[in-house]
């Protein structure tokens, strides 16, 4: 019988040895050393909120940025992203030398908060998606905006599109008004660049509420099928950059993002 009783507390160190190799295994790669800024992954997986925090100010998908799989190795932005719509990883800043991020995968372990990999899985999809459009043709269209004025590409060509995707009732599309305003203000004397906002909302709607919401961007009413079957869309707000010849450049949610990528690509010229 004391033999027996003995087994159990022979076996625990083992299984915790397994256990910690298995946990261990995860680290091989991704070092604490290397990440930038440090944080205790094992907490953040299991907490949402202190997983989002995070993200929210470290991570930019719609970045430029250099991606490492879960063993370091390098991989391409669109199969980093492919990987992250599994769900069962996220991203983690690495050290950099360069002005370019590092982002690298970190394979979430079985105790992890699910809200977690749901919310990567939806964030990356939409990435992939942006991903996908961009260094494509946009497509053929032909708007004409509250004030009777018309765009098309042909009209267009020779000069950078900044398109803005939004409804009346999203708050954080009209909470980017002032941003956007100032950053038109900016750029309103330039005939190189054509500010435009597709919206889902009917001119008489947007007429009013345009009346007490001063936009700076050319507005067109009436979008929805556009936006949905021709984009692909149904995130707002969301931004699209669109070059002199009619190629997607850069397509992110944030006015912030776009704002420093139009601006990047301006002081490169």
Aim: hydrophobic share 40%; proline share 3%.
């Amino acid at each position: 019988m004391k033999i027996l009783s003995l087994i159990p507390l022979v076996l625990l160190p083992f299984i915790l040895y397994t256990n910690q190799v298995k946990r261990d295994k995860r680290f091989i790669c991704i070092q604490v050393e290397s990440l930038d800024p440090y944080v205790n992954i094992d907490e953040m997986e299991a907490d949402f909120l202190k997983w989002w925090t995070y993200h929210c100010n470290t991570i930019s998908l719609s970045s430029n940025f250099i991606a490492f799989n879960e063993n370091l190795d390098t991989i391409d932005k669109g199969q980093f992203l492919t990987k992250l719509s599994s769900g069962e990883f996220i991203p983690l800043r690495l050290k950099s030398n360069t002005q370019v991020e590092n982002y690298g995968l970190y394979k979430l372990g079985s105790l992890s908060d699910n809200s977690i990999g749901i919310t990567i899985r939806n964030e990356a999809l939409t990435k992939l998606r942006f991903f996908g459009m961009e260094g494509k043709s946009f497509p053929d269209f032909d708007f004409i905006d509250l004030n009777g004025n018309s765009y098309s590409k042909e009209s267009t060509k020779g000069k950078i599109l900044v398109i803005k995707v939004w409804f009346i009732n999203c708050k954080a599309c009209v909470a980017e008004f002032p941003e956007l305003n100032a950053f038109v203000q900016k750029h309103e004397n330039s005939k190189d660049i054509i500010f435009v906002s597709l919206a889902r909302d009917s001119k008489p709607a947007l007429n009013q509420f345009l009346h007490k919401k001063y936009f700076k961007y050319q507005v067109v009413s009436e979008q929805i099928d556009f936006i949905v079957n021709d984009l692909g869309l149904n995130i707002y707000p969301t931004h699209i950059v669109v070059d002199e010849t009619g190629i997607v450049l850069k397509v992110c949610n944030r006015a912030a993002e776009m704002i420093a990528f139009l601006e990047d690509e301006i002081n490169r010229k």
